[in-house]
C-alpha cells in the first residue's frame, strides 16, 4: 500500500478507499466482510439501526470502524434532514450519507431534494456526503452547499452494471475540489478498479458483494482492485496507441 | 334485490379515472392460451418486462420453463432484497362484519363469535406479541364501520406506535382523508384485496354490504396514497375465479400505480383460498402449489422492487422454499381470531384456518438456517 496516500474526508483520514456496504447479506457476515476489506467505513441505513434487541445491525460493527448512515427512505430533504437528526442522537456520530430517493422502480436520487438537505446538514456540522446522479451543476451546488465528497452513481443501485455513467463522472472529478466517491452499479472488481483509475478517490460497493457467492472472498477482491487502481492513476497512465503511426511522418514533405 | 356493484354507495369518495377500464378490459383481452414457449423464453431474456411479458410468465406454457423462471427471480430477488426477510404478525382487533362475502368467515350472516377488543386488551395483545422482537404489525379489521369506525382503528393504530416501528392495515376501504387521518396516527401501509378482478364473478361473491362495490374497492390503494401512504399492498383470493386472469389483473392495477405514483412502495399477497367457517357452500377453482408458486414468481420478475408476502394459509415447506425464491416476507406467531395472543381467552372466532403455526422463534431459526436474514424492521417513521 502506498505510504501517505489518505483519502480525506471532512478533515478525517481514512488508509483505505473502500467503503462496505451493511445491507442485503447476513448480520454475522459483517465482521469478516469488513476485515477482509480492510475497510474503515462502513455504511448504515439508519432504518435499519432497530432499537430492538433482535437482529440489531449495529449490534455486528465491530468497534472503532466509521459508520455512515445513509437516509435511505426519505422522499424529500425535509425527511433526510429528519433522519440525519436522529441519527446523530442515537449516536451514529456525525458523518451523514444523504439518500432521497421518490422511485421505487429505478431508486433514482433527487438532485434537486438532495442539495437543499446538504445544505441544513451541512449548516449543522454534519459531514455531509450526497449521493446523487453526476450531472455538474448539481455537484457544483452541493459542493458551495457545503458537501464533503460526492457520491455519484455508476449504474441504478444494485443493478451491478458498473460505469455507465463514466463520461459524467469523469467531468466530477475533474471540475469538482472534494473526493468523488463513486457509490451505486459497481458490479465486479475490475469495474471499481477502472473507477480508481479514472481518479475517483474512493469506491463503495454493497450489492456486488451482498449477491456474490463468497462475501468475504469477494470483499477482498474489490479491496485488491480497488488498491490496483489508486496505483495505477497515481503511477499515471501510460499512453494508448489507438493507430498505428506511420514509419514517414506525412508533414514531412515541407523539408524537402 | 340485491343493489348494482358498480355504482357507488353515498359517502364513498369517487375517482374519476380511467384505470380500471383499463385493467379489465386488458385482463379481459388477456388470453393465457395464445402464449408458446418461445414468449416465455423472451420474457424472460428481457431486463424490463411489459404486460405482455408478465402474462407469458403466467401462462401455461410457463410451466414448462419452472426451473428458469426460478432462476431469473431468485436473481431479481437477491439483487433488490439481498437476502433479507422480512417479518411481521396480523392483529386482528375485531371480527364484525357488515358484508356478505359467500366464501369469508367473517360474513355476517355466518354464525360465529363476534368480538371486538378494547384498548386496554389491544395493548395487552401488542406487548405480548412486542415480547417476541418483532417490531412491524399489520392491524386488521372485519369490515364493519359501525363496529370498528375509523377513530377506533386510529386509537389502535396510536398504541401500536409504542410497541412497534412499522403499521400496516389491512381494513375495509376508506375515502383518502381517512386514510391521512390514520397516517397521521402512524400507519404506513394499506392493502386491500380485490379479491377477483372479474366484476360478473365479484357481483355473485360479494352480495351485500360496502365491499359490494367494486369500483369503490378498486381505488382504495389510489385513495390511500393520495391520503399520503407510504405503500400499498395488491392481491386477489387465487381460486375464486381463473387465477391466471386474476393474478394479471393484480399485477397490472400494480403497475399502472407504480407508474402514476413512482415513488409508492408495491407490495403482493399471494393468498390461495382455503378452507373457512361456511365456504364449503361455494365452489371454487383450487390453485396448486406449482401455479401459485408460478403465480408468486411472475409477480417478482415483473416488478421486482415489490415486497411479497407468503400467507400462514400455506405450510411450512411451501412457505421456507418460496422465500428462497420470489417472497420477500413472512409472518409468524399468526393467530387469526381475536384476542389470542394476551388475552388468555380468545374471543372471537378466526376468519380462516392457517396451515403454518409457528410462533416467531421458529420461523426465524428456519430463516437463518437457510442462509437468509431476518429483519425486524427496515423502516423509519419520520
Given at each position: 500500500m502506498l505510504n501517505n496516500d489518505k483519502l480525506i474526508i471532512g478533515g478525517h483520514e481514512f488508509d483505505s478507499r473502500f467503503i462496505l456496504g451493511s445491507g442485503k447479506y447476513s448480520l454475522d457476515l459483517i465482521k469478516a466482510a469488513i476485515e477482509s476489506a480492510k475497510a474503515e467505513i462502513i455504511t448504515l441505513a439508519l432504518r435499519r439501526a432497530a432499537t430492538g434487541n433482535i437482529a440489531n445491525i449495529l449490534d455486528y460493527i465491530p468497534k472503532g470502524i466509521t459508520i455512515l448512515p445513509n437516509t435511505s427512505g426519505a422522499r424529500n430533504a425535509d425527511e433526510a434532514v429528519r433522519i440525519a437528526r436522529l441519527s446523530r442522537e442515537i449516536g451514529c456520530g456525525d458523518f451523514v450519507k444523504i439518500e432521497v430517493i421518490r422511485d421505487s422502480k429505478y431508486l433514482l436520487p433527487d438532485n434537486y431534494e438532495t442539495t437543499k438537505a446538504v445544505e441544513i446538514l451541512a449548516k449543522e456540522n454534519f459531514i455531509v456526503m450526497p449521493y446523487m446522479y453526476p450531472d455538474l451543476n448539481a455537484a457544483r451546488d452541493m459542493q458551495n452547499a457545503g458537501a464533503a465528497a460526492i457520491m455519484p452513481l455508476g449504474a441504478p443501485i444494485g443493478s451491478n452494471k458498473g460505469l455507465c455513467t463514466k463520461e459524467f463522472i469523469k467531468i466530477l472529478i475533474d471540475e469538482i475540489n472534494l473526493p468523488i466517491i463513486i457509490d451505486a452499479g459497481i458490479g465486479a472488481p475490475s469495474q471499481a478498479?477502472?473507477?480508481?483509475?479514472?481518479?475517483?478517490?474512493?469506491?463503495?460497493?454493497?450489492?456486488?458483494?451482498?449477491?456474490s457467492g463468497d462475501i468475504v472472498l469477494m470483499a477482498s477482491a474489490f479491496k485488491k482492485a480497488i488498491?490496483?487502481?489508486?496505483?495505477?492513476?497515481?503511477?499515471?497512465?501510460?499512453?494508448?496507441?489507438?493507430?498505428?503511426?506511420?514509419?514517414?511522418?506525412?508533414?514531412?514533405?515541407?523539408?524537402? | 334485490m340485491s343493489s348494482d356493484h358498480m355504482i357507488y354507495m353515498p359517502d364513498m369518495e369517487i375517482k374519476e379515472s380511467d384505470m380500471l377500464d383499463i385493467v379489465l378490459n386488458k385482463t379481459d383481452e388477456y388470453d393465457e392460451s395464445k402464449y408458446n414457449d418461445n414468449d416465455v423464453l423472451k420474457a424472460l431474456k428481457k431486463e424490463n418486462l411489459t404486460p405482455y411479458d408478465f402474462g407469458a410468465l403466467?401462462?401455461?406454457?410457463?410451466?414448462?420453463?419452472?426451473?428458469?423462471?426460478?432462476?431469473?427471480?431468485?436473481k431479481e430477488t437477491r439483487r433488490y432484497f439481498g437476502n433479507n426477510i422480512y417479518m411481521f404478525t396480523p392483529l386482528y382487533i375485531s371480527n364484525y362484519c357488515e358484508n356478505h362475502c359467500i366464501y369469508c368467515g367473517f360474513n355476517c350472516n355466518n354464525n360465529i363469535k363476534r368480538a371486538k377488543l378494547n384498548y386496554t386488551e389491544i395493548e395487552k395483545e401488542m406487548y405480548e406479541i412486542s415480547k417476541t422482537g418483532l417490531q412491524e404489525i399489520l392491524l386488521l379489521t372485519g369490515e364493519s364501520r359501525k363496529m370498528s369506525d375509523v377513530s377506533y382503528i386510529g386509537e389502535a393504530v396510536k398504541l401500536a406506535k409504542k410497541f412497534f416501528k412499522t403499521i400496516g392495515i389491512e381494513?375495509?376501504?376508506?375515502?383518502?382523508?381517512?386514510?391521512?387521518?390514520?397516517?397521521?396516527?402512524?400507519?404506513?401501509?394499506?392493502?386491500?384485496?380485490?379479491?377477483?378482478?372479474?366484476?360478473?364473478?365479484?357481483?355473485?361473491?360479494?352480495?351485500?354490504?360496502?365491499?359490494?362495490?367494486?369500483?369503490?374497492?378498486?381505488?382504495?390503494?389510489?385513495?390511500?396514497?393520495?391520503?399520503?401512504?407510504?405503500?400499498?399492498?395488491?392481491?386477489a383470493l387465487l381460486g375464486l375465479y381463473d387465477f391466471r386472469k386474476d393474478a394479471f389483473a393484480t399485477g397490472l392495477h400494480a403497475y399502472l400505480i407504480q407508474r402514476r405514483f413512482p415513488h409508492a412502495e408495491i407490495a403482493f399477497?399471494?393468498?390461495?383460498?382455503?378452507?373457512?367457517?361456511?365456504?364449503?357452500?361455494?365452489?371454487?377453482?383450487?390453485?396448486?402449489?406449482?401455479?401459485?408458486?408460478?403465480?408468486?414468481?411472475?409477480?417478482?420478475?415483473?416488478m421486482p422492487y415489490a415486497n411479497i408476502t407468503i400467507s400462514t394459509r400455506e405450510c411450512q415447506?411451501?412457505?421456507?422454499?418460496?422465500?428462497?425464491?420470489?417472497?420477500?416476507?413472512?409472518?409468524?406467531?399468526?393467530?387469526?381470531?381475536?384476542?389470542?395472543?394476551?388475552?388468555?381467552?380468545?374471543k372471537g372466532d378466526e376468519q380462516f384456518e392457517i396451515s403454518d403455526t409457528r410462533n416467531v422463534k421458529e420461523v426465524y431459526d428456519a430463516i437463518i438456517k437457510q442462509g437468509l436474514q431476518p429483519v425486524m424492521s427496515d423502516y423509519i417513521y419520520v
Open positions: 478498479c477502472e473507477a480508481m483509475e479514472m481518479g475517483a478517490a474512493a469506491v463503495m460497493a454493497n450489492t456486488a458483494i451482498a449477491t488498491e490496483a487502481g489508486r496505483e495505477a492513476y497515481i503511477s499515471g497512465l501510460g499512453r494508448i496507441i489507438d493507430k498505428a503511426e506511420a514509419s514517414s511522418p506525412l508533414t514531412g514533405f515541407l523539408h524537402e | 403466467l401462462s401455461s406454457a410457463a410451466l414448462n420453463h419452472l426451473e428458469e423462471i426460478a432462476n431469473r427471480s431468485i381494513v375495509y376501504p376508506m375515502n383518502s382523508d381517512e386514510y391521512e387521518y390514520l397516517h397521521k396516527c402512524g400507519v404506513d401501509y394499506v392493502t386491500v384485496f380485490q379479491e377477483t378482478y372479474n366484476a360478473d364473478k365479484y357481483k355473485t361473491l360479494h352480495l351485500s354490504g360496502h365491499k359490494r362495490v367494486f369500483p369503490y374497492r378498486f381505488y382504495s390503494q389510489e385513495r390511500a396514497l393520495e391520503g399520503k401512504m407510504r405503500g400499498v399492498g395488491f392481491a399477497s399471494c393468498p390461495r383460498l382455503r378452507p373457512a367457517a361456511n365456504n364449503d357452500k361455494i365452489k371454487y377453482n383450487e390453485v396448486t402449489e406449482t401455479q401459485l408458486l408460478q403465480t408468486v414468481m411472475a409477480y417478482r420478475i415483473f415447506r411451501v412457505r421456507d422454499n418460496i422465500i428462497k425464491i420470489a417472497a420477500t416476507k413472512i409472518s409468524a406467531g399468526v393467530d387469526v381470531g381475536i384476542g389470542g395472543h394476551g388475552n388468555n381467552n380468545a
